[in-house]
């Protein structure tokens, strides 16, 4: 039988990617987490982890994972419908940044007020959350890709858009000369970090027709400085259009170019699980991303 105090352990320890954070939060020492995981690793024959920074699971240690998930939600419609507990676990999910801005805060608002699970949400750039879904590290996520991983389902939300803005301040600065693909990029401009630059690329060969240029471009990893960079005359930056309509209402922000805009498809992925609470959620996704996005 397998050690599930040990798999909680486990579970912890990815979940903040090493052992002296997992410990933390389990009230245990490093030493006693790793001798668990140890322990754990003798009684299936193989490495559960691989043991980098941070912390990711084995082929072996995905599969207990999401093993160790199912078994927590069986638990938990077992406490609730019998009375038991009514005490709802964690719900964890993988959301980006731009998605996080926008509109996601009026699903955790909906979702709420039908359940009493937390939601505990993973940052990471839409390529790289269906990877933390796969590992079982999470079990849902917004992800640009659309196929579902094993053991999972997956559906279209709709396209968010985006564009180039800058403030008036900088086009009279920088662009005073004209506004082109080639002025712009030949000016400063913003990348929020290395999984940006994919997103920038796309946009300036897709709707500007010109060969990348990101040399000039500064980076800032915060998603409410990001904006506020290009408000205050820093750099222009490629913004979801859903995050600066208050900007370009006030005029603070104007598009270089509105009529191109780059749409990004995106897909909430769930892992298939009994769970009713990950089913409203699921559901408020879906239904706050059919009044947001465009489809």
């Known amino acids: 039988m397998l050690d599930y105090d040990a798999l909680h352990c486990l579970s912890e320890v990815l979940r903040y990617g090493s052992f002296d954070k997992g410990a933390q939060a389990l009230h245990l020492t490093q030493s006693a987490v790793s001798q668990k995981i140890k322990r754990l690793e003798l009684q299936v024959g193989s490495p559960v982890l691989v043991r980098t920074k941070p912390l990711k699971p084995t082929p072996l240690g995905q599969q207990l994972l999401a093993h160790v998930q199912r078994v927590n ?17 964690p719900l964890s999910i993988a959301i980006n940044n731009d998605v996080l801005a926008t509109w996601f805060s009026d699903v955790m608002s909906r979702f709420s007020f039908r359940c009493a699970n ?40 709709g396209n968010m858009d985006y564009q180039l803005y800058a403030s008036p301040e900088y086009i009279a600065r920088y662009l005073a000369k004209g506004i082109s693909p080639e002025t712009v990029t030949a000016s400063p401009g913003l990348l929020y970090d290395e999984f940006d630059v994919a997103l920038l690329t796309e946009y300036q060969r897709e709707c500007l027709g010109v060969t990348p240029r990101l040399k000039r471009c500064h980076w800032y990893p915060s998603s409410y400085g990001f904006l506020q960079m290009a408000v205050a005359g820093v750099a222009w930056a490629l913004l979801p259009a859903l995050q600066v309509k208050e900007e370009v209402r006030s005029g603070k922000l104007l598009p270089l170019f509105p ?5 990004v498809t995106l897909f909430w992925h769930w892992v298939e699980l009994e769970s009713d609470a990950l089913g409203e959620l699921s559901q408020c996704v879906k239904d706050v991303a059919k009044e947001q996005l465009i489809y």
């Open 259 to 263: 009529d191109k805009y780059l749409g």
């Open 73 to 89: 939600v069986l638990e938990e419609q077992l406490s609730v419908r019998t009375g038991i507990s009514d005490e709802a676990s």
């Open 118 to 157: 937390p939601v505990h949400i993973f940052n990471a750039d839409q390529t790289q959350t269906r990877t933390l879904l796969q590992q079982g590290k999470v079990m849902g996520c917004i992800s640009q890709t659309g196929t579902p991983i094993a053991g999972g389902e997956s559906v279209r939300l």
